[in-house]
Nanobody, 115 residues
Framework: EVQLVESGGGLVQPGGSLTLSCAAS????????MKWVRQAPGKGLEWVSI???????TYEESVKGRFTISRDNAKNTLYLQMNNLKTEDTAVYYC?????????RGQGTQVTVSS
């Protein structure tokens, strides 16, 4: 069974940092592109970052230079290092992967950026 479990969210002041983790089971993340998406209050899902199966990262424009996506294939875990957080980064963050024609997504972790 494919499962993704996010953790690491919380409340942080503007300018602060957080690192999100996504523990995967039921498949090997090294074989798939993995991504982070987020959903702000009252808004739809927004793509944040993706890392290809060969490790090439891509970022949504508003997080470039502030967020870093990475993965540890040995731990089967995806990460998102978030620096210089802004109030507009407040959202529920999900990791996701397209497997077997459908998208698997975790339950999400809440990130709140507020003073």
């Amino acid at each position: 069974e494919v499962q993704l479990v996010e953790s690491g969210g919380g409340l942080v002041q503007p300018g602060g940092s957080l690192t999100l983790s996504c523990a995967a089971s039921g498949f090997r993340i090294s074989l798939y592109a993995m991504k982070w998406v987020r959903q702000a209050p009252g808004k739809g899902l927004e793509w944040v970052s993706i890392i290809s199966s060969i490790g090439v990262p891509t970022y949504e424009e508003s997080v470039k230079g502030r967020f870093t996506i990475s993965r540890d294939n040995a731990k089967n875990t995806l990460y998102l290092q978030m620096n210089n957080l802004k109030t507009e980064d407040t959202a529920v963050y999900y990791c996701a992967a397209r497997i077997g024609g459908s998208e698997a997504r975790g339950q999400g972790t809440q990130v709140t950026v507020s003073s």
